[in-house]
């Protein structure tokens, strides 16, 4: 499953943002669309989007009846990610994830920061457990999730029915199962395959000039950990298309192999 979130401030943006996309064959194979009520960067709170509708429950609720209206004409459901709330003092991730459930939402997932906490300091997770208690629609707990264990932890403090992982995944899909439990241990074989298949299947969806450029991040964070990765991280910076970045990846495979 995959899903496509958007952010916005009007109910008919993201309304007709849905019926477009959902109208493409390609977008259309989406599970779920994700309404962004978390973002904190500060381009996208100008605009009055992300994490600034947690400010407005009534505009909430509104956004989320027009995105469901919008994305039931596809069969598809429409989902919502929040924060604990605006600030410690202002904690209201229990009235939000109330106004998302009654605008017919399917999920809400909880990013256990306040918006004015941005990425710093630790997730205090029991706001989950207070959102979980007041919804009956499934709740995903998200905040500092990296380490196995984690996952057991969070749903017997909680009660969350699902998890999300923000940045202990990037540059590490392997997360998944070693926080289910499976091994943390990832072959250069298997590390190698990863990465190629995360560009084939962006370059797929985004064309190539678009993926290659978008992708140096995730190889910046794929690239460390070995001795001599900093040399790759700069490099991979450099191609423009797909074939220069599987040949520096081979090469930073055949390093991480040689040590
Ligand atoms: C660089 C960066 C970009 C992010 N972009 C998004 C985004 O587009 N949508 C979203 O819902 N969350 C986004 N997040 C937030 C993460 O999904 C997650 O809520 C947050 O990092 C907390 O989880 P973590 O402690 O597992 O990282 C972003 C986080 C980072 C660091």
């Known amino acids: ?36 009520m978390g973002c904190p960067a500060p381009k996208v709170l100008k605009e009055g989007a992300g994490c600034s509708l947690m400010r407005d429950s009534q505009l909430v609720s509104r956004i989320v009846e027009a995105a469901v ?8 459901p429409v989902t919502a990610k929040i924060r604990s709330g605006i600030s410690a003092d202002a904690i209201n991730a229990v009235k939000i994830a109330r106004a998302i459930e009654q605008g017919g939402a399917a ?6 920061r306040t918006l004015d906490q941005y990425y710093r300091g630790k997730a205090d997770w029991q706001v989950i457990g207070h959102v979980k208690e007041a919804l009956s629609i499934p ?30 995944a990037r540059g590490n899909p392997f997360i ?46 794929y ?19 797909r074939d220069g970045v599987v040949q520096i990846l081979r090469e930073a495979a055949r390093r991480r192999e040689a040590i």
């Open 176 to 221: 998944f199962r070693a926080l289910r439990g499976g091994s943390a241990e990832v072959s250069t074989e298997e590390w190698l395959s990863v990465m190629i298949e995360h560009l084939d299947a962006s370059v797929e969806m985004l064309g190539e000039a678009v993926a290659v450029r978008e992708l140096r991040s995730h190889f910046s964070f």
């Open 223 to 241: 690239l460390r950990g070995f001795e001599g990765s900093a040399h790759f991280r700069r490099q991979v910076m450099e191609p423009t298309g």
């Open 139 to 168: 709740v995903f707990g998200n905040g500092d999730l990296e380490l196995p264990g984690d996952l057991e932890k969070m749903r017997s403090l909680t009660g969350c029915d699902g998890f999300m992982v923000g940045r202990a």
């Open 107 to 112: 999920a809400v997932t909880v990013h256990a």
């Open 69 to 76: 209206r919008a994305g039931s004409a596809f069969g598809c």
């Open 1 to 36: 499953p995959w899903g496509i979130q958007l952010f916005g401030r009007d109910p008919d943006d993201f309304a007709f943002a849905i019926r477009r996309l959902l109208s493409e064959p390609l977008y259309r194979t989406s599970s779920f669309i994700d309404l962004n």
